[in-house]
């Protein structure tokens, strides 16, 4: 598209008039940026609007730190032109190459300031260094202050790591406030050999009287140490299974070497950070089930039982062992939570859950009149499990559909079979399993305890019944 000479000149007249920059004024008047520019060109006016460059002159101070900076600190020339303020990396670059050739940086000093005037309280903080060994020196000083800096943040540093270490809250956090005198000593103690003890105390608030005071409570003797010996080793030999109740009732048996109430044995364990395995809760459901076509649910939750053999449950639970799936069926006793006997395979089948039955449980269930409570599941609905529970005489009672609270304490006794025997455990194979698993339920039988029970194991809870029966 053509101008006239008429038209130009119009734009041209409006534009030395605006003031505008090109690219504004093209912008606004909708036309090109380079052909406004190359008609202003051929105009005398051009001159007066033509964008004049002005050179900045860098003083050798400030080239010098330039140079210090890629030199010392390995920046590249390209971020410490952005830092310094200079327009071109290229020019930080020549500035450092001509320190490495000469040695100094061969630029007169700029005769007049460079920049803005600064206020006063600026200017009296400006450097007075007139050489470079002076900026030396100042630059030395800083160096001071940073590394008195580093020193700090250091020191803070060990002590929140300390803190961490010897905190007996998690919830305290890094707060020193909330730390207790005796946490405040084991800080200073762990750090000593690395700071002054009086800059310990009083970065933690902590009075040289307290400080010598729990020093002395260290050095005194422990006043529970053999009580501490004692539930340290019936944790150990209980596989970390017992908390502080069942520990202090363990101490009271007659073969106990000494009693030991629960408030010192909460207090050792809390001290050394002994906790018993816990099992997971398991979540309400209020589905009630359906009532099962084999047999009714006779047990109705009613899981006290008054004498052995009264009432006896038993389910199927599942392992993962070696790459396999191994499959457990314990009979249970209501009346101390006693393993009557079990059965355990690769498959659960019929054949696998009759194996419960062996020659000795069939000779004590014989004749007892047993409440035999299982699931609806299909091993407990063949013809072969009915049979053997006539031929005991014993009465089959079967959960709800879909309701396994109906079958709480099996299902409670898998929980913490396999909180306490099977997870966080590692076993070479499925043989190792076996014998590992019958160690353990025996001790569950004979040697664990129960609060329940009065500090019995359920072995020696039914014997107990039957000599008073006698």
Same mark, same amino acid.
């Given at each position: 598209m053509?101008y006239?000479a ?6 041209l007249e409006?534009?030395?008039?605006s003031?505008?920059s090109?690219?504004?004024f ?6 090109s940026?380079?052909?406004?520019y190359?008609?202003a060109?051929?105009d005398?006016?051009y001159e007066?609007v033509?964008?004049?460059?002005h ?7 400030y ?5 210090q900076?890629?030199i010392i ?7 410490v032109a952005k830092i310094?303020?200079c327009?071109?990396?290229a020019l930080?670059?020549?500035?450092v190459?001509?320190?490495?050739e ?5 630029v007169?000093?700029?005769d007049k ?9 600026q200017?009296a903080n400006?450097?007075k260094s007139s050489?470079?060994e ?5 630059l ?17 540093t060990?002590?929140?790591h300390?803190?961490?270490?010897v905190r ?11 730390l207790?005198n ?5 800080v200073?103690?762990?750090l000593?050999p690395q ?5 310990l105390?009083l ?5 040289p009287?307290s400080?010598?005071y ?5 050095r005194?003797s422990d006043?529970y140490a %053999?009580? $501490?010996e004692?539930v ?5 030999e209980t #596989?970390?299974?017992y908390? +502080?109740?069942? /520990? *202090?009732l ?5 073969s106990s070497?000494m ?15 002994l906790?018993a ?5 398991r ?9 099962g076509k084999v047999?009714a649910n ?6 006290k ?9 038993t ?5 993962r062992?070696?790459?396999r799936?191994v499959y457990?069926?314990p009979?249970?006793d209501?009346?101390?939570g006693?393993v ?7 498959s659960?089948?019929v054949?696998?859950?009759?194996g419960m039955?062996?020659?000795?449980? %069939?000779? $004590?269930?014989k004749?007892?009149?047993a409440?035999?409570h299982? #699931?609806?599941g299909?091993q +407990?609905?063949h /013809? *072969?499990?009915?049979?053997v ?10 959960s709800r559909?879909?309701n ?11 929980a913490?079979?396999k909180?306490?025997?099977?997870y966080?455990?590692?076993f070479?194979s499925?043989e ?6 019958d160690?353990y339920i025996?001790?569950y039988?004979h040697r664990r305890?129960?609060?329940?029970l009065g500090g019995l194991s359920?072995v020696?809870?039914?014997e107990?019944h039957l000599?008073?029966?006698?």
């Amino acid at each position: 598209m053509g101008y006239d000479a008429e038209f130009r000149q119009e734009i041209l007249e409006v534009f030395f008039d605006s003031g505008l920059s090109f690219r504004k004024f093209a912008s606004d008047y909708g036309m090109s940026k380079n052909t406004l520019y190359r008609w202003a060109q051929e105009d005398p006016r051009y001159e007066s609007v033509r964008k004049k460059t002005h050179w900045r002159k860098y003083s050798p101070e400030y080239k010098y730190k330039a140079v210090q900076m890629v030199i010392i600190d390995g920046m590249s020339s390209r971020k410490v032109a952005k830092i310094m303020g200079c327009k071109y990396g290229a020019l930080v670059s020549n500035w450092v190459r001509e320190y490495k050739e000469k040695g100094v940086i061969g630029v007169k000093y700029p005769d007049k300031p460079i920049g803005k005037k600064k206020p006063e309280t600026q200017r009296a903080n400006r450097s007075k260094s007139s050489s470079l060994e002076e900026y030396v020196r100042e630059l030395e000083s800083e160096n001071k202050k940073l590394e008195k800096e580093n020193e700090r943040l250091r020191f803070q540093t060990d002590i929140a790591h300390a803190i961490v270490e010897v905190r007996s809250k998690k919830e305290s956090g890094l707060d020193v406030s909330r730390l207790t005198n005796v946490e405040k000593t084991q800080v200073v103690d762990m750090l000593r050999p690395q700071y002054l003890q009086k800059d310990l105390l009083l970065y933690l608030s902590l009075a040289p009287s307290s400080y010598s005071y729990c020093k002395q409570i260290q050095r005194r003797s422990d006043k529970y140490a %053999r009580e $501490r010996e004692i539930v340290i080793e019936i944790f150990a030999e209980t #596989d970390e299974c017992y908390g +502080y109740r069942r /520990i *202090a009732l363990d101490t009271r048996k007659e073969s106990s070497e000494m009693q030991i109430s629960e408030r010192i044995v909460r207090r050792i364990m809390r001290e050394e950070d002994l906790y018993a395995k816990q099992t997971s809760k398991r979540s309400y459901n209020s589905y009630r089930g359906a009532i099962g076509k084999v047999a009714a649910n006779t047990l109705n939750r009613e899981f006290k039982a008054t004498r052995p053999l009264e009432k006896v449950v038993t389910d199927v639970t599942e392992f993962r062992i070696a790459g396999r799936r191994v499959y457990l069926s314990p009979l249970i006793d209501l009346y101390a939570g006693e393993v009557l006997s079990y059965s355990i395979g690769l498959s659960p089948t019929v054949e696998f859950v009759m194996g419960m039955f062996d020659e000795n449980t %069939r000779q $004590r269930l014989k004749g007892s009149g047993a409440l035999v409570h299982s #699931d609806q599941g299909f091993q +407990y609905q063949h /013809i *072969a499990y009915q049979s053997v529970l006539k031929e005991l005489e014993c009465t089959q009672s079967m959960s709800r559909k879909g309701n396994c609270l109906d079958n709480a304490p099996v299902e409670s006794f898998f929980a913490r079979l396999k909180t306490e025997f099977y997870y966080g455990r590692i076993f070479s194979s499925v043989e190792d399993f076996y014998e590992r698993l019958d160690k353990y339920i025996w001790w569950y039988n004979h040697r664990r305890i129960k609060v329940g029970l009065g500090g019995l194991s359920p072995v020696e809870y039914r014997e107990a019944h039957l000599r008073k029966a006698v």
